[in-house]
């Protein structure tokens, strides 16, 4: 099993984040993965790292999906690849409604259709085998709709790839999206995740990758995971209560949680209700509360490392081929690495 490690969200200064890179580089870390929301973009940081690493692969989790054209992430994806000597892989997303209408003032629709579509045209321009064309439901290239000057000819990029192929991962939780991922994919992102329940929650994922006649073995399974070390196991466990809270009980109109599906699929679907209910009730400690010792034991690393060493022995044993750890804690990692 190989170790990652994951930035956090709100730009982190690189002069703090950059000793911890160095350091997971130096031990055998296998990959570095930027994250993007809506404060720091998830490409920037990369260019940068590209220059003072030299091993350590470099991923996006994620890109966003809406904030970029097909055309756009794929240069993206070949200009990392060039300044990091191949160690690029493109982590992509849909990101949530609130983001995209919010931030990017786009429309969230369709959300399967645009991924699979936009995966196919990334694929193409980067392929540079030939001038790009697509006629999709929702890309078509090159654009002739409405307000089109009528003179645009399909292009293929000026710019040789260092690879053809640059793999691909996809950050998915819900059931359709998940069997996507099995299909076109190379990795899984995940953002919950148990070896307990790893035949429940890959089931998605497998009937997707049998659809395309794939195997197993070509959809690599990357799970980010929450890291909480402390004192006891309780601290720990007490100190993520509040994020996991949010993550399941969060709730927009007209928008399905996925989170709460997933853990409901774990068994924990009582649990999951009582959260939501104390979330929409604006009670938001009752709602940590009501948060499953197990369940965090079994989705995120937390407590004592003689604890998290002790626990990675499940996950070293499951299906997960890249475990993403969101951590800052070097003694942490190096124990981490020495156990997978």
């Known amino acids: 099993m190989r170790l990652g490690l994951a930035m956090g969200y709100g730009g982190e200064p690189i002069e703090q984040m950059l000793p911890v890179i160095r350091h997971a580089e130096r031990i055998g870390v296998d990959s570095v993965w930027s994250v993007e929301e809506y404060g720091p973009d998830a490409v920037s940081v990369l260019g940068y790292l590209a220059a003072v690493t030299e091993r350590i692969e470099l991923g996006t989790a994620i890109m966003q999906i809406p904030a970029r054209t097909p055309a756009a992430t794929a240069m993206t ?7 990091s000597h191949g160690r690029f892989r493109l982590g992509l997303g849909l990101s949530v409604p609130w983001i995209v209408e919010g931030w990017h003032g786009l429309p969230y629709e369709r959300p399967l259709r645009r991924t699979r579509e936009y995966v196919e045209i990334v694929r193409k321009a980067i392929a540079h ?13 090159p654009y002739t709709g409405p307000g089109s000057t009528g003179r645009a000819r399909p292009i ?26 099995g299909e076109i994919a190379d990795g899984w992102l995940a953002g919950m995740y148990a070896p307990e329940h790893e035949t429940a929650i ?18 690599r399974i990357c799970p980010i995971v929450y890291v ?10 007490d100190g993520l209560r509040p994020l996991f809270a949010h993550l399941i009980g969060a709730a927009a109109p007209g928008v399905r ?37 197990r369940l965090l034991d079994e989705v995120a690393l937390l407590g004592p490392i003689e604890a998290i060493v002790e626990r990675l022995a499940a996950w070293r044993e499951s299906r997960v081929d890249t475990l993403i750890l969101l951590s800052r804690d070097t003694e942490l990692l190096e124990a981490a690495r020495a156990a997978l």
């Open 77 to 83: 994806a070949m200009t990392l690849d060039v300044l």
């Open 129 to 141: 085998e030939e001038r790009v064309r697509y006629e999709g439901e929702i890309y078509t290239l």
């Open 156 to 181: 293929r990029s000026e710019m040789t790839p260092l690879r053809p192929h640059v793999p691909v991962y996809l950050a998915a939780i819900g059931p359709r999206n998940l069997a996507l991922t």
């Open 202 to 219: 890959l089931a998605p994922l497998e009937e997707g990758i049998a659809r395309a006649g794939r195997s197993p073995g070509e959809v």
């Open 228 to 237: 909480a070390r402390a004192r006891t196991v309780q601290e720990g466990r």
């Open 257 to 293: 949680n996925t989170y709460t599906d997933v853990v409901a699929q774990m068994g924990y679907e009582g649990a999951a209700h009582d959260v939501r209910k104390h979330f929409a009730d604006g009670d938001k400690a009752a709602a940590a509360a009501a948060v499953p010792d």
